[in-house]
């Protein structure tokens, strides 16, 4: 199995249950996450993530190999990183956020990796 498709595969593992636990069992997510003020707002981002897992899970299992799915993975992994960094550094979120900001700028690193070793081709994978 390619590094590539281990990726999606990982980051839309670890998407789908950070995505899904809000949605769950929110006592839970809150008493690890801290309190929020707008709750609808913890589901609407927690069913986004689950999509994007999903999504990433879904490109995983193509053989046709599109740049799409990883612009997805980085960017994604980006976006969320760099919020948890800025809002724990401003004490708006707790510091447990930068636990996930870790996780996500390895999902960074990684997928800087991909592009570098793979290129711009448009191939179907050889799996």
């Known amino acids: 199995m390619k590094f590539r498709k281990i990726l999606l595969m990982a980051q ?5 249950l950070t995505g899904i636990w809000p949605l769950l069992h929110m006592p839970s997510f809150l008493a690890v996450t801290g309190p929020k003020n707008e709750v609808w707002l913890v589901v609407t981002v927690g069913l986004l993530i689950l999509v994007i897992g999903a999504t990433l899970l879904t490109a995983a299992l193509q053989r ?16 969320m990183g760099a919020v948890d960094v800025r809002y724990a550094l401003h004490d708006v979120i707790l510091d447990v956020y930068f636990l996930d900001a870790v996780a996500e700028f390895i999902l960074v690193l990684a997928w800087v990796w991909v592009f570098f070793k793979s290129g711009p081709k448009n191939t179907a994978d050889k799996t």
């Open 12 to 16: 839309g593992v670890y998407f789908l």
């Open 64 to 79: 046709q190999r599109e740049r799409s799915p990883e612009l997805l993975g980085f960017f994604s992994a980006l976006s």
